[in-house]
T-cell receptor, first 117, second 114 residues
Framework: AQKITQTQPGMFVQEKEAVTLDCTYD???????LFWYKQPSSGEMIFLIY??????QNATEGRYSLNFQKARKSANLVISASQLGDSAMYFC??????????????FGKGTKLTVNP | DTEVTQTPKHLVMGMTNKKSLKCEQH?????MYWYKQKAKKPPELMFV???????INESVPSRFSPECPNSSLLNLHLHALQPEDSALYLC?????????????FGPGTRLTVT
């Protein structure tokens, strides 16, 4: 079964510290993309970072980095130097093609991050 | 510019009303998506358009009717909705369909069906 698991319903971090949000995935498809999105209370889904299944290096985007461990099927998001504005729900998602040419963006249940001053 | 716009931001409608949600992107993306998101849940895919043609309908009830008038616009026509259809409706676009392309989401329309 193709699924994304986020085991941390909620996480707390002190401002300026780093935090890791966990994500594991399950697919037998060799070609897939892994994404992290941030969703503040306003509702908008903000794309943060992407990792392709064939990428050799871990993706980085500013304060965001993706710790991609293919053998363990994990794609953890690391946020460095947390800011108060980072408080939001974070979704890990996997994009893959299904048989018959369909495609799916499978989301995890999300992790609610709270940054404390 | 990675902007997807959606209107209206909020919508309240009765079960007998007909309304439409609109989505627009000017990034030249050829794939566009509608998602439904209930509170504290991840988004669920409803429809996928690729090159202005409906590619995927995730068994969505016929009271939801998508339309792609051109490559920049995506509409979702609503008719005879039920209170359980109240949710955040998100539009997204992607350069192409395929696993290697990120999807960019709009701010969503919060729909309340009374």
């Amino acid at each position: 079964a193709q699924k994304i698991t986020q085991t941390q319903p909620g996480m707390f971090v002190q401002e300026k510290e780093a935090v890791t949000l966990d994500c594991t995935y399950d697919t037998s498809d060799p070609s897939y993309g892994l994404f992290w999105y941030k969703q503040p209370s306003s509702g908008e889904m903000i794309f943060l970072i992407y990792q392709g299944s064939y990428d050799q290096q871990n993706a980085t985007e500013g304060r965001y980095s993706l710790n991609f461990q293919k053998a363990r099927k994990s794609a953890n998001l690391v946020i460095s130097a947390s800011q108060l504005g980072d408080s939001a729900m974070y979704f890990c998602a996997m994009r893959l093609l299904t048989q018959g040419g369909s495609e799916k963006l499978v989301f995890g249940k999300g992790t609610k991050l709270t940054v404390n001053p | 510019d990675t902007e997807v716009t959606q209107t209206p931001k909020h919508l309240v409608m009765g079960m007998t009303n007909k309304k439409s949600l609109k989505c627009e992107q000017h990034m030249g993306h050829r794939a566009m998506y509608w998602y439904k998101q209930k509170a504290k849940k991840p988004p669920e895919l409803m429809f996928v358009y690729s090159y202005e043609k409906l590619s995927i309908n995730e068994s969505v009830p016929s009271r939801f009717s998508p339309e792609c008038p051109n490559s920049s616009l995506l509409n979702l026509h609503l008719h005879a909705l039920q209170p359980e259809d109240s949710a955040l409706y998100l539009c997204a676009s992607s350069q192409e369909r395929g696993v290697l392309y990120e999807q960019y989401f709009g701010p969503g329309t919060r729909l309340t069906v009374t």
